[in-house]
Protein backbone atom coordinates (compact mmCIF):
# COMPACT_ATOMS: atom_id res chain seq x y z
CA UNK A 1 0.00 0.00 0.00
CA UNK A 2 1.07 3.99 -0.66
CA UNK A 3 1.83 5.97 2.06
CA UNK A 4 -0.86 8.65 2.97
CA UNK A 5 0.79 11.99 2.06
CA UNK A 6 2.66 13.77 5.08
CA UNK A 7 -0.14 15.68 7.85
CA UNK A 8 -2.46 14.17 5.61
CA UNK A 9 -5.11 11.38 6.65
CA UNK A 10 -5.95 8.13 4.60
CA UNK A 11 -9.67 10.13 4.22
CA UNK A 12 -10.72 12.94 4.55
CA UNK A 13 -14.19 13.88 4.31
CA UNK A 14 -15.88 17.55 4.48
CA UNK A 15 -19.18 18.42 4.68
CA UNK A 16 -20.64 15.77 2.61
CA UNK A 17 -24.09 16.04 1.40
CA UNK A 18 -26.47 13.09 -0.34
CA UNK A 19 -29.97 13.11 -1.19
CA UNK A 20 -32.41 10.85 -2.92
CA UNK A 21 -35.32 12.93 -4.32
CA UNK A 22 -36.38 15.40 -1.65
CA UNK A 23 -34.98 13.21 1.25
CA UNK A 24 -31.41 14.48 2.56
CA UNK A 25 -30.07 11.54 3.52
CA UNK A 26 -26.64 12.83 5.00
CA UNK A 27 -26.49 16.57 6.29
CA UNK A 28 -22.78 17.69 5.91
CA UNK A 29 -20.76 15.02 7.19
CA UNK A 30 -16.59 15.45 8.39
CA UNK A 31 -14.99 12.38 8.40
CA UNK A 32 -11.40 11.61 9.10
CA UNK A 33 -9.49 8.14 8.96
CA UNK A 34 -5.90 8.43 9.89
CA UNK A 35 -3.47 5.79 8.75
CA UNK A 36 -3.81 2.43 10.10
CA UNK A 37 -6.83 3.50 12.17
CA UNK A 38 -10.36 1.98 12.61
CA UNK A 39 -13.13 4.27 12.29
CA UNK A 40 -16.73 2.79 13.27
CA UNK A 41 -20.00 3.85 12.24
CA UNK A 42 -22.75 3.35 15.03
CA UNK A 43 -26.40 4.36 14.36
CA UNK A 44 -30.21 3.32 14.16
CA UNK A 45 -31.08 2.02 10.62
CA UNK A 46 -31.70 4.67 8.31
CA UNK A 47 -29.17 6.96 9.84
CA UNK A 48 -26.81 7.47 7.04
CA UNK A 49 -24.37 4.82 7.67
CA UNK A 50 -24.53 2.75 4.66
CA UNK A 51 -25.04 6.05 2.66
CA UNK A 52 -21.73 7.40 4.13
CA UNK A 53 -19.73 4.32 3.04
CA UNK A 54 -21.67 4.24 -0.55
CA UNK A 55 -20.07 7.90 -1.29
CA UNK A 56 -16.80 6.95 0.42
CA UNK A 57 -16.30 3.94 -2.51
CA UNK A 58 -18.34 6.55 -5.36
CA UNK A 59 -20.60 4.05 -5.63
CA UNK A 60 -23.28 6.82 -5.09
CA UNK A 61 -22.03 10.45 -6.06
CA UNK A 62 -22.51 12.66 -3.36
CA UNK A 63 -24.51 15.68 -3.86
CA UNK A 64 -21.71 18.64 -2.75
CA UNK A 65 -18.79 18.51 -0.62
CA UNK A 66 -15.23 17.15 -0.60
CA UNK A 67 -13.87 13.34 -0.34
CA UNK A 68 -9.81 12.72 -0.12
CA UNK A 69 -8.31 9.91 -0.61
CA UNK A 70 -4.71 9.41 0.18
CA UNK A 71 -4.09 13.19 -0.28
CA UNK A 72 -6.14 13.22 -3.59
CA UNK A 73 -9.60 15.54 -3.35
CA UNK A 74 -12.38 15.21 -5.37
CA UNK A 75 -14.48 18.08 -5.34
CA UNK A 76 -18.52 17.35 -5.75
CA UNK A 77 -20.92 20.15 -7.04
CA UNK A 78 -24.38 18.95 -7.73
CA UNK A 79 -25.07 21.72 -10.15
CA UNK A 80 -22.74 20.02 -12.64
CA UNK A 81 -23.02 16.44 -14.18
CA UNK A 82 -21.68 13.79 -11.76
CA UNK A 83 -21.11 15.78 -9.21
CA UNK A 84 -18.41 17.55 -11.78
CA UNK A 85 -15.59 15.20 -10.75
CA UNK A 86 -13.34 13.88 -13.75
CA UNK A 87 -14.58 9.92 -14.19
CA UNK A 88 -11.04 8.91 -13.87
CA UNK A 89 -10.16 10.12 -10.68
CA UNK A 90 -13.82 8.05 -9.65
CA UNK A 91 -12.11 5.08 -11.32
CA UNK A 92 -8.90 5.64 -9.56
CA UNK A 93 -11.00 5.60 -6.24
CA UNK A 94 -12.57 2.62 -6.45
CA UNK A 95 -9.83 0.97 -7.34
CA UNK A 96 -8.11 1.90 -4.56
CA UNK A 97 -10.46 1.36 -1.58
CA UNK A 98 -11.55 -2.58 -0.83
CA UNK A 99 -15.74 -2.96 -0.08
CA UNK A 100 -16.95 -5.89 1.73
CA UNK A 101 -20.76 -5.58 2.25
CA UNK A 102 -23.27 -7.20 3.99
CA UNK A 103 -24.26 -9.82 1.36
CA UNK A 104 -21.31 -11.13 0.33
CA UNK A 105 -21.53 -9.95 -3.33
CA UNK A 106 -19.74 -12.56 -4.46
CA UNK A 107 -20.17 -13.88 -8.45
CA UNK A 108 -21.99 -17.26 -8.45
CA UNK A 109 -20.29 -18.68 -11.54
CA UNK A 110 -17.22 -18.30 -10.41
CA UNK A 111 -14.94 -20.32 -8.18
CA UNK A 112 -13.59 -18.14 -4.79
CA UNK A 113 -10.23 -18.01 -6.53
CA UNK A 114 -11.87 -16.43 -9.92
CA UNK A 115 -13.67 -14.42 -7.76
CA UNK A 116 -10.42 -13.12 -5.70
CA UNK A 117 -8.34 -12.24 -8.96
CA UNK A 118 -11.28 -10.93 -11.42
CA UNK A 119 -10.19 -7.39 -9.81
CA UNK A 120 -6.29 -7.73 -9.92
CA UNK A 121 -6.76 -9.17 -13.45
CA UNK A 122 -8.89 -7.48 -15.45
CA UNK A 123 -9.00 -3.93 -13.69
CA UNK A 124 -5.51 -3.37 -12.80
CA UNK A 125 -3.86 -5.28 -15.46
CA UNK A 126 -1.65 -8.20 -12.52
CA UNK A 127 -0.52 -10.62 -14.60
CA UNK A 128 -2.86 -13.47 -13.96
CA UNK A 129 0.11 -15.90 -12.42
CA UNK A 130 1.17 -13.16 -9.78
CA UNK A 131 -2.46 -12.62 -9.16
CA UNK A 132 -3.00 -16.00 -8.07
CA UNK A 133 -0.14 -16.22 -6.09
CA UNK A 134 -1.56 -13.30 -4.08
CA UNK A 135 -4.67 -14.63 -4.21
CA UNK A 136 -3.53 -17.82 -2.06
CA UNK A 137 -1.93 -16.26 0.10
CA UNK A 138 -5.13 -14.21 1.01
CA UNK A 139 -7.60 -17.66 0.89
CA UNK A 140 -4.94 -18.53 3.89
CA UNK A 141 -4.95 -15.59 5.38
CA UNK A 142 -8.39 -15.29 6.02
CA UNK A 143 -8.75 -19.47 6.78
CA UNK A 144 -10.22 -21.00 3.71
CA UNK A 145 -6.75 -21.22 1.47
CA UNK A 146 -8.92 -24.68 1.22
CA UNK A 147 -11.60 -23.62 -0.46
CA UNK A 148 -10.11 -21.93 -3.57
CA UNK A 149 -11.58 -24.10 -6.40
CA UNK A 150 -15.50 -24.33 -4.77
CA UNK A 151 -17.64 -21.89 -5.75
CA UNK A 152 -19.81 -20.17 -3.34
CA UNK A 153 -22.86 -21.56 -2.83
CA UNK A 154 -20.97 -24.35 -1.58
CA UNK A 155 -19.41 -22.38 1.15
CA UNK A 156 -21.40 -21.36 4.66
CA UNK A 157 -22.41 -17.68 4.88
CA UNK A 158 -19.21 -16.80 7.12
CA UNK A 159 -16.72 -18.19 4.63
CA UNK A 160 -18.20 -16.39 1.86
CA UNK A 161 -18.17 -13.56 3.82
CA UNK A 162 -14.08 -14.31 4.49
CA UNK A 163 -13.53 -14.80 0.97
CA UNK A 164 -15.09 -11.67 0.19
CA UNK A 165 -12.86 -10.13 2.40
CA UNK A 166 -9.88 -11.73 0.45
CA UNK A 167 -11.25 -10.18 -2.58
CA UNK A 168 -11.21 -6.43 -1.12
CA UNK A 169 -7.52 -7.16 0.04
CA UNK A 170 -6.56 -8.39 -3.23
CA UNK A 171 -6.62 -4.69 -4.98
CA UNK A 172 -3.86 -3.83 -2.35
CA UNK A 173 -6.02 -0.97 -0.96
CA UNK A 174 -5.50 2.71 0.80
CA UNK A 175 -8.27 1.59 2.99
CA UNK A 176 -11.16 -1.13 3.82
CA UNK A 177 -14.91 -0.52 3.73
CA UNK A 178 -16.72 -2.80 5.58
CA UNK A 179 -20.62 -2.72 5.47
CA UNK A 180 -22.46 -4.76 8.49
CA UNK A 181 -19.85 -7.73 7.19
CA UNK A 182 -21.74 -9.83 9.96
CA UNK A 183 -25.65 -8.48 9.71
CA UNK A 184 -26.59 -11.52 7.33
CA UNK A 185 -24.48 -14.29 8.96
CA UNK A 186 -26.26 -16.71 11.56
CA UNK A 187 -24.53 -16.01 15.13
CA UNK A 188 -22.35 -19.13 15.59
CA UNK A 189 -20.56 -17.67 12.21
CA UNK A 190 -19.91 -14.09 13.47
CA UNK A 191 -17.39 -15.08 15.37
CA UNK A 192 -15.19 -16.41 12.75
CA UNK A 193 -15.42 -13.22 10.64
CA UNK A 194 -14.92 -10.70 13.58
CA UNK A 195 -11.82 -12.69 14.13
CA UNK A 196 -10.56 -12.08 10.66
CA UNK A 197 -11.28 -8.28 10.82
CA UNK A 198 -9.77 -7.98 14.17
CA UNK A 199 -6.52 -9.30 12.66
CA UNK A 200 -6.62 -7.06 10.33
CA UNK A 201 -6.82 -4.00 12.09
CA UNK A 202 -4.49 -5.20 14.48
CA UNK A 203 -2.05 -5.45 10.94
CA UNK A 204 -2.75 -2.06 10.44
CA UNK A 205 -4.67 -1.43 7.45
CA UNK A 206 -7.35 1.74 7.62
CA UNK A 207 -10.92 0.66 7.96
CA UNK A 208 -13.82 2.22 7.85
CA UNK A 209 -16.69 0.05 9.68
CA UNK A 210 -20.71 0.02 10.07
CA UNK A 211 -21.60 -2.47 12.22
CA UNK A 212 -24.17 -3.05 15.27
CA UNK A 213 -21.38 -5.58 16.48
CA UNK A 214 -20.91 -3.04 19.61
CA UNK A 215 -18.78 -4.46 22.12
CA UNK A 216 -16.57 -5.66 18.79
CA UNK A 217 -16.24 -1.95 18.07
CA UNK A 218 -15.26 -1.21 21.77
CA UNK A 219 -12.72 -3.60 21.22
CA UNK A 220 -11.12 -2.47 17.58
CA UNK A 221 -12.20 0.72 17.00
CA UNK A 222 -9.75 4.03 16.93
CA UNK A 223 -12.74 6.32 17.30
CA UNK A 224 -16.43 5.65 16.99
CA UNK A 225 -18.78 7.57 14.81
CA UNK A 226 -22.89 8.07 16.21
CA UNK A 227 -24.41 9.07 12.95
CA UNK A 228 -28.38 10.17 14.00
CA UNK A 229 -30.94 11.43 11.14
CA UNK A 230 -28.05 11.99 8.48
CA UNK A 231 -25.52 14.02 10.91
CA UNK A 232 -22.62 13.70 13.59
CA UNK A 233 -24.90 13.17 16.62
CA UNK A 234 -21.64 12.10 18.87
CA UNK A 235 -17.89 11.31 18.23
CA UNK A 236 -15.05 10.41 20.04
CA UNK A 237 -13.07 7.71 21.67
CA UNK A 238 -14.96 4.59 21.50
CA UNK A 239 -14.93 4.11 25.79
CA UNK A 240 -16.88 7.50 25.54
CA UNK A 241 -19.06 7.07 23.05
CA UNK A 242 -20.09 3.21 23.97
CA UNK A 243 -19.82 3.31 27.96
CA UNK A 244 -20.75 7.40 28.51
CA UNK A 245 -22.37 8.68 25.94
CA UNK A 246 -23.34 12.91 26.08
CA UNK A 247 -26.32 12.87 23.94
CA UNK A 248 -29.64 11.61 24.66
CA UNK A 249 -30.16 9.86 21.41
CA UNK A 250 -26.64 8.45 21.60
CA UNK A 251 -27.92 6.71 24.99
CA UNK A 252 -31.05 5.60 23.54
CA UNK A 253 -29.12 3.59 21.04
CA UNK A 254 -26.39 2.19 22.81
CA UNK A 255 -29.25 1.01 25.59
CA UNK A 256 -31.16 -0.45 22.60
CA UNK A 257 -28.57 -2.47 21.30
CA UNK A 258 -27.28 -3.93 25.13
CA UNK A 259 -30.67 -3.89 26.26
CA UNK A 260 -31.19 -1.35 29.60
CA UNK A 261 -28.21 -2.25 31.61
CA UNK A 262 -25.57 0.33 30.67
CA UNK A 263 -23.08 -1.52 32.17
CA UNK A 264 -23.29 -4.26 29.83
CA UNK A 265 -21.39 -2.46 27.23
CA UNK A 266 -18.17 -3.05 29.67
CA UNK A 267 -18.47 -6.48 29.88
Not at 115 to 143: D, F, K, S, T, Y
Not at 215 to 238: D, K, M, N, W, Y
Request: hydrophobic share 40%; glycine share 8%; charged share 25%.
Amino acid sequence: MSEAKAGQPRIRVRDLVKSYNRLTVLKGIDLDAEEGSVVTLIGSSGSGKSTLLRCLNLLEIPDSGDIAIDGETLHFDGRKRAGGVDPRQIRRVRSSLGMVFQNFALWSHMTILENVIAAPVHVLGVPREQAVERAHALLRRVGIGDKHACFPVQLSGGQQQRAAIARALAIEPKALLFDEPTSALDPELVSEVLRVIRDLAEGGITMVLVTHELRFAREVSSRVIFLHQGVIGETGPPDQVLRDPQTEACRRFVRSEFGTRMSSVEE
